[in-house]
């Protein structure tokens, strides 16, 4: 014989939601209490505070010092005695130091005869004589003395072997000194190549000597510029 149950009556049926239900209500219990806080009443009641202690404070008093005035000063002496200087003052002499018209004549004079002065060429009363140029008139001496430089330097032109192997031209700018005597010195030479600033310095010193230039009838020395063109053919 088997027993007979009710359908109703079956406790498992709804196992699962009970089941569910109770863990929420453990979990919802366990966060309140985790959340759960609490405060000192007495850190924040009203007898902790003690109002009537800041009126009790009391504030030192300060005493001014009163510096005294400074004494006035002396009273001056009514009475001015008058001392006589007896003793006596030399006066110095001052000497004039204005120069006559003769002295400063004279102190030029001196001044222009120990003073050696170069005159360029451009600007020179009576320009240097070349050789052949003394018959020319004279305004026609600075050409002269131009062509004749010329012909010099092209009569004595030799251009040289090594610039040649070596392909190098160019212009040589030579400067040099027409002394007081005619000669010719202080020769300077600037150009591309040492070869042709040593062949443009041999030109220039085969220069004859010449009549010097002359500036208010004294000779003087003159510079003089020239270029010299090297170039390959």
């Known amino acids: 014989m088997q027993p007979k149950k009710n359908p109703n009556a079956d406790l498992r049926k ?3 939601l009970y089941f569910a239900i109770g863990l929420c209500l453990v979990l919802f219990v366990s966060w309140q209490a985790i959340e759960w806080k609490t405060y000192d009443k007495t850190l924040y009641g009203y007898e902790a505070l003690d109002v009537d202690a800041d009126d009790d404070e009391l504030v030192p008093l300060t005493e001014q010092i009163k510096t005294p005035p400074p004494p006035p000063p002396p009273p001056a002496p009514e009475i001015i005695e008058i001392v006589e200087d007896e003793e006596e003052v030399e006066e110095t002499v001052i ?3 204005e120069t006559t ?5 004279e102190e030029v004079e001196v001044m222009e005869e120990d003073f050696d002065v170069d005159v360029p060429f451009a600007i020179i009363e009576d320009v240097p004589l070349f050789p ?6 004279k305004s026609e001496r600075r050409k ?3 062509e004749k430089i010329q012909r010099h ?3 004595n032109f030799r251009y040289p072997e090594i610039a040649q192997e070596m392909g190098i031209q160019g212009r040589v700018y030579v400067q040099f ?4 005597d005619g000669s010719i010195t202080g020769i300077r030479t600037r150009g591309p190549d040492k070869n042709l600033e040593k062949e443009a310095n041999r030109i220039i010193s085969k ?3 010449m009549t010097p230039g002359k500036q208010r009838g004294r000779p003087v020395r003159v510079p003089f510029s020239i270029p010299i063109t090297f170039r390959l053919q």
């Open 144 to 146: 002269c003395f131009q």
């Open 101 to 105: 018209q003769e002295e400063i004549i």
């Open 14 to 16: 709804n196992g699962k």
């Open 207 to 209: 220069l004859p000597t």
């Open 95 to 97: 000497e004039s130091t």
């Open 177 to 180: 000194i027409i002394s007081k």
């Open 153 to 155: 330097i092209a009569r």
């Open 132 to 137: 052949g140029c003394e018959r020319v008139k």
